[in-house]
Nanobody
């Protein structure tokens, strides 16, 4: 099992930036890919971005492509989500997740371990 703790959320005006962090601990060696998901108020959880631990390959949802950047620091067991040009529709609880499945996956069901989430609110 992998423990995940997100941080870095907050309130930011439209057009602003935030960087979310995800600290991973436990059986990290069993994971292949880290993902970021979000759940807007009153909506279903949705995929945001993912990255593989080894190659650093990335994949983004169309809604955040060009504005968000996912990265990882293998030495520190950290994953980051840099969010620029934020929009009110980016308001959500953001979750970090880990999967042992190889490759890039947008499916939440493939991710085994989840953090508690961090709130991001973008004001208009």
């Amino acid at each position: 099992q992998v423990q995940l703790v997100e941080s870095g959320g907050g309130l930011v005006p439209a057009g602003g930036s935030l960087r979310l962090s995800c600290a991973a601990s436990g059986r990290i060696f069993s994971t292949s890919t880290m993902g970021w998901f979000r759940q807007p108020p009153g909506k279903e959880r949705e995929f945001v971005a993912c990255i593989t631990w080894t190659a650093g390959s990335t994949y983004y949802a169309d809604s955040v492509k060009g504005r968000f950047t996912v990265s990882r620091d293998n030495a520190k067991n950290m994953v980051y989500l840099q969010m620029n040009s934020l929009k009110p529709e980016d308001t959500a609880v953001y979750y970090c997740a880990a999967t042992a499945a190889r490759g890039l996956s947008t499916l939440g069901a493939r991710y085994r371990d989840w953090g508690q989430g961090t709130q991001v609110t973008v004001s208009s």
